[in-house]
């Protein structure tokens, strides 16, 4: 069935390109209302009702993106997004840019106009075909899908399904040499947008011919030199032949974002201190350090010769520091190519294969971890004075002693954990490692491109993803900044996600960035505070309330704790009050016990 241009039926249309990319492996869609992309909504309609797939609703595009992309991070699978025309789809460029540095699988469905539209200055009509740019793998412009013989749109859709899956588009049983990454699928649907009566029978029929489909495993690029590198013994003899340079070599493991158990692994198969950021997956057992981020900027980082790379660092200056250091050897684990860096502009050396990284590590001095493990545990016992001697001065809990109470109830319930972006990702990065701890509940953060875009819509994506309880640690621009996120319709699954807020009225992170000096300086503080301090005055607890959620304040630890501890049912919000002011000298403090410490003569 064709409309009078000749172009297939809306409904085909939206049937065939859902089809497609249900048998690609995608069970969550993500939707956001509008009129063009009507065919899309009845299909998905019929199909959530087969319980084919889950949609969820949202009317901000901007949340239903990170929603999306919430999703997608936790499940590893395709999700999608639907959206109507115009700038509706302009609203998902933040989440697409996120994933796309950050590697997720989402998947853009924009209606779109017919072709015969565009240019006339119709309603609501654009040049969207090709919007997100670099920022996708791949995009097809489907204005007349299904073609009757394949042609450059049935082209065009493979390759996003390639994409999304990690296949190969020419060889669909090999592994793609791309990174998985979001796609823009644009559908061009032209008038009746509604279905008539027999189509409302052929949608249901259709839906309840995928009940039993079971997306097949896509193949993954595996590195068959795992086994080996993490023995006992040193891989082979390759160690021996690599001179003397590969004894006693001062080499540590540093876990970026993503990096996964494996860096952990390592490190204690190589008997090296783990640097492991909070979201590497990586930050336990016995080599990992909980200050190491003030421990490199004192007489151990100082003395480091070689760093083998997990991950993508994003948190630490010091760590950015020692890779850019002349007299530091270092290279990078990338067995498959990433999305978040050309390997040749990088500073470290890629390497394909684990058994070439632990030849590189070389055989640490045998007081070298133990040496870590002394300074790191004699500096968080000085860090945890100075934190409280700042409590008890400013009469209010700081960030790190809040990233501390949050990283405790981790341990004792085992929820997961979203954090925001800015200043309390670096407080979760100096909270202790219990060496003792089998594994660490996970944690998320957004740092593709580390903005604090849609936070709350991406942790409510996790949660409806694992259909899990977890918890959620930001500050309080965070949280305003994605407050429509705290929006769910009364048809709508609400995620269980207990939201820890640190309000200190503004941008605290300026403050411990060259900005905090810019202020000092005589005439200059006002403008540090409204431009970059941006203080507000928002009710926190009527912004929640006016949401329908629970709100608790917690003024102490003790009320901290216990509100931590309350079961985690729907959205809750605990708001901790703190302070900007002496941020920048007590941030200077913490670096000064490294220093002071390790180089005696520094006062």
């Given at each position: 069935?064709?409309?009078?241009?000749?172009?297939?039926?809306?409904?085909?249309?939206?049937?065939?390109?859902?089809?497609?990319?249900?048998?690609?492996?995608?069970?969550?869609?993500?939707?956001?209302?509008?009129?063009?992309?009507?065919?899309?909504?009845?299909?998905?309609?019929?199909?959530?009702?087969?319980?084919?797939?889950?949609?969820?609703?949202?009317?901000?595009?901007?949340?239903?993106?990170?929603?999306?992309?919430?999703?997608?991070?936790?499940?590893?699978?395709?999700?999608?997004?639907?959206?109507?025309?115009?700038?509706?789809?302009?609203?998902?460029?933040?989440?697409?840019?996120?994933?796309?540095?950050?590697?997720?699988?989402?998947?853009?469905?924009?209606?779109?106009?017919?072709?015969?539209?565009?240019?006339?200055?119709?309603?609501?009509?654009?040049?969207?075909?090709?919007?997100?740019?670099?920022?996708?793998?791949?995009?097809?412009?489907?204005?007349?899908?299904?073609?009757?013989?394949?042609?450059?749109?049935?082209?065009?859709?493979?390759?996003?399904?390639?994409?999304?899956?990690?296949?190969?588009?020419?060889?669909?049983?090999?592994?793609?040499?791309?990174?998985?990454?979001?796609?823009?699928?644009?559908?061009?649907?032209?008038?009746?947008?509604?279905?008539?009566?027999?189509?409302?029978?052929?949608?249901?029929?259709?839906?309840?011919?995928?009940?039993?489909?079971?997306?097949?495993?896509?193949?993954?690029?595996?590195?068959?030199?795992?086994?080996?590198?993490?023995?006992?013994?040193?891989?082979?003899?390759?160690?021996?032949?690599?001179?003397?340079?590969?004894?006693?070599?001062?080499?540590?493991?540093?876990?970026?974002?993503?990096?996964?158990?494996?860096?952990?692994?390592?490190?204690?198969?190589?008997?090296?201190?783990?640097?492991?950021?909070?979201?590497?997956?990586?930050?336990?057992?016995?080599?990992?350090?909980?200050?190491?981020?003030?421990?490199?900027?004192?007489?151990?980082?100082?003395?480091?010769?070689?760093?083998?790379?997990?991950?993508?660092?994003?948190?630490?200056?010091?760590?950015?520091?020692?890779?850019?250091?002349?007299?530091?050897?270092?290279?990078?684990?990338?067995?498959?190519?990433?999305?978040?860096?050309?390997?040749?502009?990088?500073?470290?050396?890629?390497?394909?294969?684990?058994?070439?990284?632990?030849?590189?590590?070389?055989?640490?001095?045998?007081?070298?971890?133990?040496?870590?493990?002394?300074?790191?545990?004699?500096?968080?016992?000085?860090?945890?004075?100075?934190?409280?001697?700042?409590?008890?001065?400013?009469?209010?809990?700081?960030?790190?002693?809040?990233?501390?109470?949050?990283?405790?109830?981790?341990?004792?319930?085992?929820?997961?954990?979203?954090?925001?972006?800015?200043?309390?990702?670096?407080?979760?990065?100096?909270?202790?490692?219990?060496?003792?701890?089998?594994?660490?509940?996970?944690?998320?953060?957004?740092?593709?491109?580390?903005?604090?875009?849609?936070?709350?819509?991406?942790?409510?994506?996790?949660?409806?993803?694992?259909?899990?309880?977890?918890?959620?640690?930001?500050?309080?621009?965070?949280?305003?900044?994605?407050?429509?996120?705290?929006?769910?319709?009364?048809?709508?699954?609400?995620?269980?996600?207990?939201?820890?807020?640190?309000?200190?009225?503004?941008?605290?992170?300026?403050?411990?960035?060259?900005?905090?000096?810019?202020?000092?300086?005589?005439?200059?503080?006002?403008?540090?505070?409204?431009?970059?301090?941006?203080?507000?005055?928002?009710?926190?607890?009527?912004?929640?309330?006016?949401?329908?959620?629970?709100?608790m304040r917690a003024d102490d630890e003790d009320a901290l704790f216990a509100a931590l501890a309350a079961p985690v049912r729907g959205i809750s919000v605990i708001e901790v009050r703190g302070t900007r002011e002496g941020l920048t000298e007590e941030r200077a403090e913490w670096k000064d016990i490294v220093a002071r410490d390790s180089h005696p003569g520094k006062r």
């Amino acid at each position: 069935m064709t409309s009078s241009d000749s172009q297939p039926d809306a409904f085909l249309t939206a049937v065939s390109v859902l089809d497609s990319l249900i048998r690609s492996g995608m069970r969550e869609v993500v939707l956001a209302p509008g009129s063009r992309s009507a065919p899309l909504a009845y299909a998905l309609a019929a199909a959530s009702e087969a319980g084919v797939v889950e949609v969820h609703v949202r009317i901000d595009e901007r949340t239903a993106g990170f929603t999306a992309l919430g999703m997608a991070k936790a499940s590893g699978r395709p999700v999608g997004v639907v959206t109507t025309s115009g700038t509706a789809a302009g609203e998902l460029m933040p989440a697409v840019m996120e994933a796309n540095h950050s590697e997720v699988p989402l998947a853009i469905l924009s209606a779109d106009r017919p072709p015969r539209l565009r240019g006339t200055g119709a309603n609501q009509t654009t040049w969207q075909q090709g919007l997100y740019g670099v920022h996708v793998r791949a995009s097809a412009d489907l204005v007349s899908y299904p073609e009757p013989e394949p042609g450059d749109q049935t082209v065009a859709f493979t390759e996003c399904l390639a994409a999304l899956t990690g296949r190969d588009p020419a060889s669909w049983d090999r592994p793609s040499n791309r990174p998985l990454g979001p796609v823009q699928i644009n559908v061009a649907f032209d008038v009746p947008l509604t279905p008539e009566p027999r189509m409302r029978e052929t949608l249901r029929a259709w839906a309840d011919s995928l009940t039993d489909v079971r997306a097949p495993v896509a193949p993954r690029r595996a590195d068959s030199t795992v086994t080996e590198a993490l023995g006992d013994s040193d891989p082979g003899e390759a160690l021996a032949s690599e001179g003397p340079g590969a004894e006693g070599v001062r080499t540590v493991v540093i876990a970026g974002d993503g990096a996964g158990p494996l860096a952990r692994m390592f490190a204690e198969a190589a008997d090296l201190p783990l640097l492991a950021e909070p979201s590497s997956g990586a930050r336990s057992g016995p080599n990992a350090m909980g200050t190491y981020q003030l421990l490199l900027d004192g007489e151990l980082g100082d003395q480091i010769e070689r760093v083998v790379l997990f991950g993508r660092p994003t948190l630490s200056r010091s760590v950015d520091h020692l890779l850019h250091r002349g007299d530091v050897e270092s290279v990078i684990y990338l067995p498959r190519p990433v999305a978040w860096a050309l390997p040749d502009r990088r500073p470290e050396t890629p390497v394909e294969t684990l058994v070439e990284a632990r030849r590189f590590a070389g055989r640490p001095p045998r007081s070298w971890l133990e040496r870590w493990h002394t300074e790191d545990e004699r500096v968080d016992n000085d860090l945890q004075r100075a934190l409280a001697e700042a409590r008890d001065r400013n009469g209010c809990l700081n960030g790190p002693l809040v990233a501390r109470a949050v990283r405790e109830a981790m341990t004792d319930d085992g929820l997961a954990l979203v954090c925001g972006s800015s200043n309390l990702i670096r407080d979760l990065d100096l909270v202790p490692v219990d060496p003792r701890a089998a594994h660490d509940p996970m944690v998320w953060s957004n740092r593709g491109l580390a903005g604090i875009d849609g936070t709350v819509a991406t942790a409510s994506g996790i949660a409806l993803a694992r259909r899990e309880p977890l918890r959620l640690l930001l500050g309080d621009l965070t949280l305003l900044h994605d407050a429509g996120s705290l929006l769910f319709g009364p048809c709508e699954v609400v995620p269980d996600v207990q939201i820890i807020v640190f309000n200190d009225s503004g941008g605290g992170i300026f403050s411990t960035l060259e900005h905090g000096n810019v202020a000092k300086a005589e005439g200059w503080a006002g403008a540090v505070e409204r431009f970059f301090g941006t203080p507000h005055d928002a009710d926190v607890e009527r912004l929640v309330t006016a949401h329908g959620h629970r709100y608790m304040r917690a003024d102490d630890e003790d009320a901290l704790f216990a509100a931590l501890a309350a079961p985690v049912r729907g959205i809750s919000v605990i708001e901790v009050r703190g302070t900007r002011e002496g941020l920048t000298e007590e941030r200077a403090e913490w670096k000064d016990i490294v220093a002071r410490d390790s180089h005696p003569g520094k006062r």
